[in-house]
Structure formats: C-alpha cells, structure tokens
C-alpha cells in the first residue's frame, strides 16, 4: 500500500472517526495505524509491515485471523436467515443450537443463556437480571452489587459503574448508585510486605466486610473477572479464591464471574470459573464467543436462577440484536472448531506450559520485576528497581515499551507499567519463541532509553 493511501486513511480518521479509548489530543498530533489485513496470529498495516498479534485484537480472536469455516458459515447463514429477533417467544436455529452448544461446556448446573450484542450489554444484564431476580424473591431491597477497584466489566454506564476504573467512573459521573467496590487482589503492586498468600487472604475478606457494611438483606451480587485482564492481567494469589468461595457460601448473594475475557480457552480451561473451581451463578460472555469475528455476548444462568427468573413472568429486556442469527452461526462453529481441533486441551497442554516456562525467563531482565501469567495469559512488570519493585516515576516506561513493540512488530499492551499479552489460543511453540524474541528486544531498547 502506498504512503499516499495510508496519509488518505489517517485523515479519514482524524477528520470524522472517534476511536474508543484514544487520547483525542494525541490523534490530531500523530498519525493513526491503519491495519488492513491479517492471517493467523500476524497483523499487517497499511504500509506492510507484519505485526504478531500478542492480544488477540482485544483479548478475542481465539481461533486466529483468517479461517475460512468461520466466513462460510456467516455467508451460509446471511443467506438463509439473515435476522430475525428473538422477542416475544420467537426464536430460531442458530440462537438456540448455539444455546445448548454453550450450556455443554459450561460449569454443571448452568443450562441457559441469555443473548446480547457485546460484554457491556452483557454485563448490563446482569445487573438488571440480579435485581429482578431479589425481587421475584421477594426482596427488592438486595440491590447492591459489589465490584473490584480495577476490575473492567465494560463501557456501558452499566459497565463501567460494576468495574471498578477511577479513570472512567470521573468521565460521566460514575458510578451509578447502587454499586460497591473492594480491593483487587493485586499483590505486586498492593501487597507491600505481605505475603501473597496473606496478601490474597486479606483482600477477599474485604468482601465480607463489604457485605456487612452494606448489609446482606441489601446486597444482590458480587462481581469479579475470574483473573482481571483489562486491569493488568492480575493473576490472584492462591489463597483468593478459596477464601472468596468460603463468604460467598456463608452469605445469601449471587456470584457473577465475568468470562468475557477467561471464556472459551484462555486460561487452558473452558471457562475461569472452570480453572478456579468456582461456581458461578451468572456467567458474561462475549469476545472468545466468536472469535471476535463477528459481535456477540450472552450471560451463562444457573439453572435455580432461571427457576425463580420463571416465576417472574416477562423480563422486560432484551437487545435488538440479541442472538443474531449470523453471529449465532459464527459463534456455533467457532465451538465446533475449538472441540474438535481440541485447541482448549492443547492450551492446557502445550502452548500454555511451554509459553509460562519462556515467559518466566524474562524475570532475568533488568527492567522485569515480575513475570506471571496463567494459561495464554501474561504480564510483565516493569520496574526501577527489582528488590523494592520500585517503579519509574511519572510517566513510566510502559508507552515507551509499548511503542517499541509497534517498531519491532509485535502488539503488546501497556497497563500504566504492566505489559500484558494474550495471543491467539492456535499460536505455536515456534511462534512463542519469535513473541518472546520480539519481548526481549523490546525491553533491551526500552531500557536503553529508561536505565
Ligand atoms: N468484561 C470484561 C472482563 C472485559 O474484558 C470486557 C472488554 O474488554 C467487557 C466486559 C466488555 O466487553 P465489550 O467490549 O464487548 O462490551
């Protein structure tokens, strides 16, 4: 592609686009990257260079760019039955094959999905699906729901009142009343001199002092990210869970467990749920759903909340595009190929393993104060000093690191300084080496720049 064309697309965008998430001051100082194609775990922008994609776009395209199964069963489906909606006791093939397609790996006891366009619009659903559901009970006044500092449950008012960002909740007033937030169980940056056993211990009691401050009588749910992406790949200590599941049992509240990101393989698992050993009563879905290759979210319901949800008669939500035919076909494939390519066993396997040991060997590297990561899931933290985990001041290096990649063609995220990768699930050991190898470049150039 030519410079004249890549020049033709950035003014496109500076002159009408608003991207998500993008320092508009900064786009009108400095060219947009235009990615035009991508095949496997590789992008390439508009002026050819090849990319290796370590985040799977956003944490989303499971199966790799460019199968063609995925393209043929959305052009099959487009012809057949382009849409149809789903209101008022309708439905179609797609949406309810793709129903039992989901309740078959999902954690015992969880048969039913409800249908949205994206993780946001599945997360609003929980929040109003929890209400609802005290209230069938006969408790309107459990309504409370407690979320994490951190945690991101997406960009709807919804959304991003249950997660816990400071940086969004300031833009638009959040959040909403009605919603709590704990400490995220984040030990490199917050467990001082703990360990992190006692560290992770210390952390999920907040939740049960939470639900005493507020009362139980008023709180509907709790809501975390199995392990947080978003927030830097916080991997909890092992101690977190176990505890967590210990109040949980000990209190009449409902457990959402965010899969938007753990879902569909991430973590070597199905699900997080499922590598935790957790037993969610609600499930968001979305991104790993299709691949990414086509939006679509959905909220995974314990089989006793969907008795009471019966007893309620209609629930007044729904999404115009809830269960899209089209995506539905996506997403039913995008399953029959994770079983039967068996690409979750082989995470959990091989990749995961051989990725963890590679990823481990970054921790010798001057600027790496830690290196964790579980499943095809990591994050490195850069630091000043690796004794105290001192970081650098103000603005740190991870946008420096994080620009080094796009220099050396390799995608990786900065969360302040913490970089974090989840490549495709279908990655090869061949290709870990090259990630790693570009990782290792990138650190070397940013510390040339930082040290
Ligand atoms: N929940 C989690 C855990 C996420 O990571 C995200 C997106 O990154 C969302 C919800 C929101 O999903 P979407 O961007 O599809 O609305």
Same mark, same amino acid.
């Given at each position: 592609?030519?410079?004249? &064309? %890549?020049?033709?697309? &950035?003014?496109?965008?500076?002159?009408?686009?608003?991207?998500?998430? %993008?320092?508009?001051?900064?786009? $009108?100082?400095?060219?947009?990257?235009?990615?035009?194609?991508?095949?496997?775990?590789?992008?390439?922008?508009?002026?050819?260079?090849?990319?290796?994609?370590?985040?799977?776009?956003?944490? #989303?395209? $499971?199966?790799? +760019?460019?199968?063609?199964?995925?393209?043929?069963?959305? %052009?099959?489906?487009?012809?057949?039955?382009?849409? +149809? /909606?789903?209101?008022?006791?309708?439905?179609?093939? !797609?949406?309810?094959?793709?129903?039992?397609?989901?309740?078959?790996?999902?954690?015992?006891?969880?048969?039913?999905?409800?249908?949205?366009?994206?993780?946001?619009?599945? $997360?609003?659903?929980?929040?109003?699906?929890?209400?609802?559901?005290?209230?069938?009970?006969?408790?309107?006044?459990?309504?409370?729901?407690?979320?994490?500092?951190?945690?991101?449950?997406?960009?709807?008012?919804?959304?991003?009142?249950?997660?816990?960002?400071?940086?969004?909740?300031?833009?638009?007033?959040?959040?909403?009343?009605?919603?709590?937030?704990?400490? &995220?169980?984040?030990?490199?940056?917050?467990?001082?001199?703990?360990? !992190?056993?006692?560290?992770?211990?210390?952390?999920?009691?907040?939740?049960?002092?939470?639900?005493?401050?507020?009362?139980?009588?008023?709180?509907?749910?709790?809501?975390?990210? !199995?392990? &947080? *992406?978003?927030?830097?790949?916080?991997?909890?200590?092992?101690?977190?869970?176990?505890?967590?599941?210990?109040?949980?049992?000990?209190?009449?509240?409902?457990?959402?467990?965010?899969?938007?990101? #753990?879902?569909?393989?991430?973590?070597?698992?199905?699900?997080?749920?499922?590598? +935790?050993?957790?037993?969610?009563?609600?499930?968001?879905?979305?991104?790993?759903?299709?691949? *990414?290759?086509?939006?679509?979210?959905?909220?995974?319901?314990?089989?006793?909340?969907?008795?009471?949800?019966?007893?309620?008669?209609?629930?007044?939500?729904?999404?115009?595009?809830?269960?899209?035919? =089209?995506?539905?076909?996506?997403?039913?494939?995008?399953?029959?190929?994770?079983?039967?390519?068996?690409?979750?066993?082989?995470?959990?396997?091989?990749?995961?393993?051989?990725?963890?040991?590679?990823?481990?060997?970054?921790?010798?590297?001057?600027? =790496?104060?830690?290196? @964790?990561?579980?499943?095809?899931?990591?994050?490195?933290?850069? =630091?000043? /000093?690796?004794?105290?985990?001192?970081?650098?001041?103000?603005?740190?290096?991870?946008?420096? #690191?994080?620009?080094?990649?796009?220099?050396?063609?390799?995608?990786?995220?900065?969360?302040?300084?913490?970089?974090?990768?989840?490549?495709?699930?279908?990655?090869?050991?061949?290709?870990?080496?090259?990630?790693?190898?570009?990782? @290792?470049?990138?650190?070397?150039?940013?510390?040339?720049?930082?040290?």
């Amino acid at each position: 592609m030519s410079d004249s &064309q %890549t020049l033709h697309w &950035q003014a496109l965008s500076r002159d009408h686009h608003l991207p998500p998430f %993008t320092d508009y001051k900064a786009l $009108n100082a400095k060219g947009t990257r235009i990615i035009t194609k991508a095949s496997g775990v590789y992008l390439w922008d508009s002026e050819g260079h090849k990319i290796l994609d370590a985040m799977a776009g956003l944490w #989303c395209v $499971n199966l790799g +760019y460019g199968r063609e199964e995925l393209v043929e069963a959305a %052009t099959r489906q487009m012809r057949e039955l382009p849409y +149809y /909606n789903l209101f008022f006791q309708t439905a179609h093939p !797609p949406a309810v094959a793709l129903a039992k397609a989901i309740a078959d790996i999902a954690p015992a006891g969880m048969n039913h999905v409800f249908f949205t366009g994206s993780g946001s619009e599945a $997360n609003d659903t929980v929040l109003r699906m929890v209400r609802h559901y005290w209230a069938i009970k006969g408790q309107p006044a459990k309504k409370v729901v407690i979320g994490r500092w951190n945690g991101y449950h997406g960009s709807t008012i919804a959304g991003a009142s249950l997660g816990g960002m400071k940086a969004m909740h300031e833009q638009g007033d959040g959040p909403i009343p009605g919603i709590e937030h704990i400490d &995220q169980p984040y030990w490199f940056g917050e467990g001082g001199d703990m360990s !992190p056993e006692e560290f992770g211990v210390r952390i999920a009691d907040q939740l049960e002092q939470k639900i005493l401050e507020v009362g139980e009588d008023k709180v509907a749910a709790f809501i975390a990210e !199995p392990i &947080q *992406g978003a927030g830097g790949v916080i991997i909890p200590p092992e101690s977190y869970w176990p505890r967590v599941k210990e109040i949980l049992a000990r209190y009449d509240i409902l457990f959402i467990a965010d899969e938007v990101i #753990c879902g569909f393989g991430r973590t070597g698992e199905w699900f997080g749920s499922d590598y +935790y050993g957790l037993e969610p009563d609600l499930m968001p879905i979305a991104k790993g759903l299709t691949s *990414g290759y086509i939006p679509m979210g959905g909220v995974v319901v314990r089989d006793e909340v969907v008795h009471t949800l019966n007893e309620g008669g209609e629930f007044y939500h729904g999404f115009t595009y809830s269960g899209h035919p =089209v995506a539905a076909a996506v997403a039913l494939e995008n399953i029959r190929i994770l079983r039967e390519e068996k690409i979750v066993e082989r995470v959990k396997t091989k990749t995961a393993p051989y990725l963890q040991s590679r990823w481990q060997e970054l921790l010798e590297h001057p600027l =790496v104060g830690e290196a @964790r990561g579980v499943g095809l899931l990591g994050a490195l933290e850069l =630091v000043k /000093n690796k004794k105290t985990r001192e970081r650098f001041a103000d603005p740190g290096v991870g946008m420096l #690191c994080r620009e080094h990649c796009f220099r050396n063609g390799l995608v990786m995220r900065a969360v302040g300084d913490t970089m974090i990768i989840s490549p495709p699930l279908v990655i090869s050991e061949e290709q870990i080496d090259e990630l790693v190898g570009k990782v @290792r470049l990138c650190l070397d150039a940013t510390a040339k720049d930082a040290l």
